[in-house]
């Protein structure tokens, strides 16, 4: 059974893209918990990063590391967050998050709620940083 993330890579669900390549896609979390909160996943339904191959966990971390730079130039904050978690949805994900504290990466604080407008801004100006 397809994840939704499956879904979304396949176009069968839409999103707010950011990047892809044959094997990745990037996109804006539709629930997050800072503005230009950023999903990077493999292509391939994996539900366990550490399932991944050596090779696979390596492209998808270069990949990431590529969407974190592009993400940094576009949203004010310090720094990306990095963080995975994997029990919400059975695919591999890596969570990149703008921070100027700690805090902003709470899972457990209420989501925003940002309007579609606002969100495929954020995902064109995200967009418009990727090498």
């Known amino acids: 059974m397809s994840t939704i993330f499956s879904k979304i890579v396949a176009g069968e ?6 990047a892809e390549d044959d094997k990745h896609f990037a996109f804006l979390d539709i629930n997050p918990v800072a503005p230009g909160h950023t999903l990077v996943i493999p292509k391939k339904e994996v ?3 550490f399932d991944l191959t050596d090779e696979e966990y390596t492209a998808l971390q270069l990949f990431a590391k590529k969407v974190a730079l592009a993400l940094k130039k576009a949203m004010p ?3 990306i967050g990095v ?3 994997g029990l919400e949805v059975p695919h591999t994900h890596i ?3 703008p921070i100027t504290k700690e805090s902003d990466m709470n899972f457990s604080k ?8 606002e969100m495929t801004e954020i995902a064109n100006k995200i967009a418009k940083y990727i090498d």
């Open 13 to 18: 669900i839409p999103c707010y893209k950011i």
């Open 77 to 79: 904050c310090e720094r």
């Open 110 to 117: 209420p989501k925003l709620t940002v309007a579609p407008e």
């Open 83 to 85: 963080t995975v978690i």
């Open 47 to 49: 539900s366990y990063i």
């Open 95 to 97: 969570h990149l998050i």
